[in-house]
């Protein structure tokens, strides 16, 4: 079973500050997907990375797939409280459903 | 609104209740799933359909039974549960069960059934 670790496990700025959350795994992954699930509601997909060094921006969040493809970044730039969320990250071996999620980052911003 | 309708969204039941939770997707797809978020551990496959036939079943206690009627419904009819299985029960939907990430395929969920077994 593949294994993604996600850190840090908890994350608590003030708005207006950066952020970065990680995503990392011994085994390869041939594309990985981060998730944000507000409270009381289920994950909600913001990216897919596919291409080992892959850079993807989502107005103010950057996603990185490393080159190796066993690990992510996801960028936050001056964070605001509606970023408030877990942040999952899950990954694909293959082309199947079998996603393996990691324990996530639970990100707080505070006004 | 993902198009995942998850009901009820809060439950909780006895050890030896009988409940069922219930999933409807208007979203036209062809697979649905059930996860288990618990607290301090990643989300768990629980159970696959495609085409409202199952097609994994990650060695789930028997205690949890799964049903597709169709392709838009899913249960998760539950029976003699122990408090470990308090947790958040998460459905989800998608166009095939073979989903390929890499042409932007993804996972819709819905809000989840938080699951208190006292």
């Known amino acids: 079973t593949q294994l993604l670790e996600q850190s840090p496990q908890f994350l608590s700025i003030q708005e207006g500050e950066n952020l970065t959350v990680y995503c990392n795994s011994s085994?390869?992954?041939?594309?990985l997907q981060w998730y944000r699930q507000e409270p009381g509601e289920g994950p909600v997909l913001l990216v897919t990375v596919v291409t080992g060094g892959e850079v993807k921006k989502l107005k103010r969040l950057t996603f990185q797939f490393g080159d190796a493809r066993k690990d992510s970044s996801l960028h936050i730039t001056a964070a605001q409280p509606g970023d408030t969320g877990l942040y999952l990250c899950?990954?694909?071996?293959?082309?199947?459903?079998?996603?393996?999620f990691g324990k996530g980052t639970l990100l707080t911003v505070n006004p | 609104e993902t198009g995942v309708t998850q009901t009820p969204r809060h439950l909780v039941m006895g050890m030896t209740n009988k409940k069922s939770l219930k999933c409807e997707q208007h979203l036209g797809h062809n697979a649905m799933y059930w996860y288990k978020q618990s607290a301090k551990k990643p989300l768990e496959l629980m159970f696959v359909y495609s085409l409202e036939e199952r097609v994994e079943n990650n060695s789930v206690p028997s205690r949890f039974s799964p049903e597709c009627p169709n392709s838009s419904h899913l249960f998760l009819h539950l029976h003699t549960l122990q408090p470990e299985d308090s947790a958040l029960y998460l459905c989800?939907?998608?166009?095939?069960?073979?989903?390929?990430?890499?042409?932007?395929?993804?996972?819709?969920f819905g809000s989840g059934t938080q699951l208190s077994v006292l």
């Open positions: 085994s390869v992954f041939s594309s």
């Open positions: 899950a990954g694909a071996e293959g082309s199947n459903y079998k996603l393996t």
């Open positions: 989800a939907s998608s166009r095939r069960a073979d989903i390929n990430l890499k042409v932007g395929e993804k996972l819709f």
